[in-house]
């Protein structure tokens, strides 16, 4: 009626927001000569705002066309008014209409006359990222008046808040704004969502600790039809933290052969597969160093199977997806197409069991063959020559360990379905049974290092030094944070092993007690019906191939790392990088082009390791919701803000059984560990290598995973109680605090805190 600033303040007062009190001058009153109105209170300053019927709108802003005047004396009210009537005649303004196609005439000029807040602190927040980030909100304030920060008066500090995560950094010279204080910002803006809309630019100044709301006006400038989701749901337990560049560029490379593989399988039509071929080709992304997965796409590719509407909680289930909001329009495929897909989908599932053991024959040929050919002095193009080779042959069946992947999550979820409903049993129960019903492939490195540690008094020195060798040919890929090509594994760095054996040795007690729940006989009594033992069959074979191919991934990565650390020490011979681990900084299409066309690669080298200093400062968000396509940050200086909380009651997923007091051991960085030896474990997630540090804690916990997680399988296997999908774990359990966790019922209490001690 009186335009969006006027009809929005009057909104946001008649829902019960904190607005300084006004009065509105309509337009017709405004330009009387006898101007009349009554002042909005008895206060001694105001400020005098245009409201136009033309402003803020969805295709024409007039920003800083009209006048604007802060701390107006009362005397000098109606002046200020004229004066901005008068402005819509300014120069600026008509060219501004001449422009956006709008008719002067039609433009009604009415005032708003506000109390002046005398703020401390003032500012804007955004409730999405204007360069594109709909999930994150910005807050940018400075100190005193809001005018001061509109016209870059003074300085300046933004909060960025992630709003899935809630965690928040900041960047700037001064910390103006406490938690306290965000969190309260971030509700008001949620409470005015239902009412102006999801994307919102709010003006709000702050006095005596007091939020007051100055403006509320929609952002227009983002897309929001079509956004990018970007989810590190189980893939973050692949990629902890932050992956190099070719780390990056190789899983890019990797899922993409892999997805479209597996949809060339279900849809077995080539017209088909190329339409649909931008959405293979971005499964997975990378944002500040981190790996996600482009979740948006994995739903697609889901959307090709039959009853893909009961596939899809399993699956979220199994993968530990939070979030589970989806577009559940379908693929729009031909009708035809789409009955082809029923049976070949259905046929597919039902070659996994075959075709995953075809693929476990064909990787030890190929793994075989490319110890007998690989050897460091090979050159550069002999290296690209070989790790293309290995590519092709893998690509071409690796797809398959997608499908059994979705194999065991069916079978699996029809299992603990048919033992909750028939037999009644609990998740603990069915947990248990689960664990003792396969023979866990990725078991075998940790129980062979335990027998090489136990048995190492018993061996001369040269059956040792035979046996470690042994050792490293089967399993010396396996180690912490494996999957990252920067990573150093017990094949790229032997003395890690002499390392790790000689902290199990530490405890010979625990040693033994070790290596004797390894060799215990698990209980596997057969007790159900047919149909129960029907989907047992299954998804233990389901979960046995998936963790042989999890195992043999590792393998691969091996082998992909031995040819870029040989590249690596190629291209430092020849000073195209300073030191051999550089080429990590390089993408792996850049790695592998500079052996045929060599150039110097140190500059780009160097701006990577710089913008990779601030990646290791963002926190780390688990979603990331973009407009349009996604982007790195780019700050001068970052803070983060560690929130703390109280609670000292916490729940999850119960994994493994059982129940352990202890102490709390909080690891954020692998590298870094320190004695984990009888503490309680507690993380942001763990990777297949977390299995030597597990076998040496009381327990472990982790924000991250589900019950097919590596987490849980492994702390089944080696009998230790596990929790995982704990909700703020790593911001409410600190090193030191002592904690009892229950594995059967997934709870968790701090029974001392560390600064109590």
């Keep these: 009626?009186?335009?969006?600033?006027?009809?929005?303040?009057?909104?946001?007062?008649?829902?019960?927001?904190?607005?300084?009190?006004?009065?509105?001058?309509?337009?017709?009153?405004?330009?009387?000569?006898?101007?009349q109105f009554d002042m909005p209170s008895s206060g001694n300053l105001f400020s005098v705002r245009s409201s136009a019927n033309v402003e803020d709108g969805e295709f024409q802003s007039f920003a800083g066309q009209f006048d604007t005047f802060l701390n107006v004396a009362r005397e000098n009210v109606k002046d200020k008014i004229r004066e901005i009537i008068s402005s819509l005649s300014s120069d600026g303004v008509k060219a501004y209409c001449e422009k956006s196609g709008t008719d002067i005439s039609d433009i009604r000029m009415n005032i708003i006359v506000q109390d002046m807040i005398d703020s401390e602190v003032s500012g804007v927040l955004f409730t999405a990222n204007p360069q594109g980030i709909l999930n994150e909100s910005v807050i940018t304030v400075g100190r005193g008046l809001g005018e001061g920060i509109v016209s870059s008066k003074v300085d300046t500090t933004s909060y960025y808040y992630n709003l899935t995560d809630k965690i928040c950094y900041f960047e700037g010279k001064e910390d103006l704004l406490d938690q306290e204080k965000i969190e309260e910002l971030i509700g008001i803006s949620d409470k005015m969502k239902p009412i102006f809309g999801e994307y919102l630019d709010i003006e709000f100044a702050i006095k005596g600790g007091v939020v007051y709301i100055l403006q509320v006006r929609p952002i227009t400038t983002l897309k929001t039809e079509d956004p990018l989701i970007m989810d590190n749901s189980n893939i973050v337990e692949s990629y902890p933290g932050i992956s190099s560049p070719l780390t990056t560029s190789f899983v890019d490379l990797v899922y993409s052969g892999v997805f479209k593989g597996v949809c060339g399988r279900v849809l077995k039509n080539d017209k088909?597969?190329?339409?649909?071929?931008?959405?293979?080709?971005?499964?997975?992304?990378?944002?500040?160093?981190?790996?996600?997965?482009?979740?948006?796409?994995?739903?697609?590719?889901?959307?090709?199977?039959?009853?893909?509407?009961?596939?899809?909680?399993?699956?979220?289930?199994?993968?530990?997806?939070?979030?589970?909001?989806?577009?559940?329009?379908?693929?729009?495929?031909?009708?035809?197409?789409?009955?082809?897909?029923?049976?070949?989908?259905?046929?597919?599932?039902?070659?996994v069991p075959k075709n995953m053991r075809k693929l476990n024959e064909k990787f030890i040929v190929i793994n075989d063959d490319f110890y007998k050919r690989f050897d460091p002095s090979l050159s550069p193009e002999e290296l690209v020559k070989l790790f293309n080779d290995v590519k092709v042959k893998l690509f071409d069946c690796w797809d398959v360990t997608l499908l059994n992947d979705m194999y065991s999550f069916i079978f699996t979820g029809l299992l603990k379905s048919r033992m909750k409903k028939k037999y009644k049993k609990d998740d603990n129960e069915i947990n248990d049974y689960i664990s003792g019903i396969s023979d866990i492939e990725s078991m075998k490195p940790v129980i062979e290092i335990t027998r090489l540690a136990l048995q190492k008094d018993d061996m001369s020195e040269e059956e040792f030094a035979k046996a470690k060798k042994e050792y490293i040919k089967l399993y010396g890929d396996?180690?912490?944070?494996?999957?990252?090509?920067?990573?150093?594994?017990?094949?790229?760095?032997?003395?890690?092993?002499?390392?790790?054996?000689?902290?199990?040795?530490?405890?010979?007690?625990?040693?033994?007690?070790?290596?004797?729940?390894?060799?215990?006989?698990?209980?596997?009594?057969?007790?159900?019906?047919?149909?129960?033992?029907?989907?047992?069959?299954?998804?233990?074979?389901?979960?046995?191939?998936?963790?042989?191919?999890?195992?043999?991934?590792?393998?691969?990565?091996?082998?992909?790392?031995?040819?870029?650390?040989?590249?690596?020490?190629?291209?430092?011979?020849?000073?195209?990088?300073?030191?051999?681990?550089?080429?990590?900084?390089?993408?792996?299409?850049?790695?592998?082009?500079?052996?045929?066309?060599?150039?110097?690669?140190?500059?780009?080298?160097?701006?990577?390791?710089?913008?990779?200093?601030?990646?290791?400062?963002?926190?780390?968000?688990?979603?990331?919701?973009?407009?349009?396509?996604?982007?790195?940050?780019?700050?001068?200086?970052?803070?983060?803000?560690?929130?703390?909380?109280?609670?000292?009651?916490?729940?999850?997923?119960?994994?493994?059984?059982?129940?352990?007091?202890?102490?709390?051991?909080?690891?954020?960085?692998?590298?870094?560990?320190?004695?984990?030896?009888?503490?309680?474990?507690?993380?942001?997630?763990?990777?297949?290598?977390?299995?030597?540090?597990?076998?040496?804690?009381?327990?472990?916990?982790?924000?991250?995973?589900?019950?097919?997680?590596?987490?849980?399988?492994?702390?089944?296997?080696?009998?230790?109680?596990?929790?995982?999908?704990?909700?703020?774990?790593?911001?409410?359990?600190?090193?030191?605090?002592?904690?009892?966790?229950?594995?059967?019922?997934?709870?968790?209490?701090?029974?001392?805190?560390?600064?109590d001690k």
């Design 478 to 755: 396996r180690n912490l944070e494996e999957l990252k090509l920067e990573s150093r594994t017990f094949r790229s760095n032997p003395e890690l092993l002499d390392w790790r054996i000689n902290q199990y040795r530490k405890d010979m007690d625990r040693l033994k007690a070790t290596w004797d729940s390894f060799t215990r006989k698990k209980n596997t009594e057969d007790k159900y019906d047919a149909l129960t033992r029907f989907y047992v069959k299954k998804s233990s074979l389901g979960i046995y191939n998936r963790e042989i191919s999890r195992l043999n991934r590792s393998r691969i990565y091996g082998i992909v790392r031995l040819i870029i650390d040989s590249l690596g020490a190629k291209y430092k011979e020849q000073g195209l990088i300073e030191k051999a681990h550089d080429i990590y900084y390089m993408k792996i299409d850049e790695a592998l082009g500079l052996a045929t066309d060599p150039h110097n690669m140190r500059k780009t080298v160097s701006d990577r390791k710089e913008q990779y200093k601030l990646y290791r400062e963002l926190p780390p968000y688990s979603r990331l919701i973009f407009s349009e396509g996604p982007f790195n940050k780019r700050h001068t200086n970052v803070n983060r803000y560690h929130k703390k909380f109280n609670d000292n009651e916490l729940s999850g997923v119960p994994c493994s059984g059982g129940i352990c007091e202890g102490e709390a051991l909080v690891i954020t960085d692998v590298n870094d560990t320190g004695d984990v030896k009888d503490k309680i474990l507690i993380t942001k997630m763990t990777d297949p290598g977390w299995v030597f540090l597990l076998t040496q804690a009381k327990g472990v916990i982790s924000e991250k995973g589900s019950l097919l997680s590596h987490t849980a399988i492994i702390s089944r296997e080696i009998g230790i109680p596990s929790i995982v999908g704990v909700k703020d774990l790593m911001d409410t359990v600190q090193s030191g605090d002592i904690i009892r966790m229950n594995g059967d019922k997934g709870t968790i209490e701090i029974l001392k805190r560390s600064s």
């Design 1 to 35: 009626m009186y335009g969006s600033k006027i009809d929005n303040l009057i909104k946001l007062r008649d829902n019960g927001f904190n607005v300084p009190a006004f009065t509105v001058v309509p337009y017709e009153d405004a330009v009387k000569d006898d101007l």
């Design 272 to 351: 088909e597969l190329n339409k649909h071929e931008d959405v293979f080709l971005n499964m997975t992304g990378h944002v500040n160093g981190r790996v996600y997965y482009k979740i948006s796409n994995w739903y697609t590719v889901i959307k090709f199977l039959p009853m893909s509407k009961k596939i899809i909680p399993v699956w979220q289930e199994m993968m530990g997806v939070r979030n589970k909001t989806y577009n559940e329009d379908d693929v729009k495929i031909g009708f035809f197409t789409r009955i082809a897909t029923y049976f070949n989908s259905v046929y597919e599932l039902c070659s």
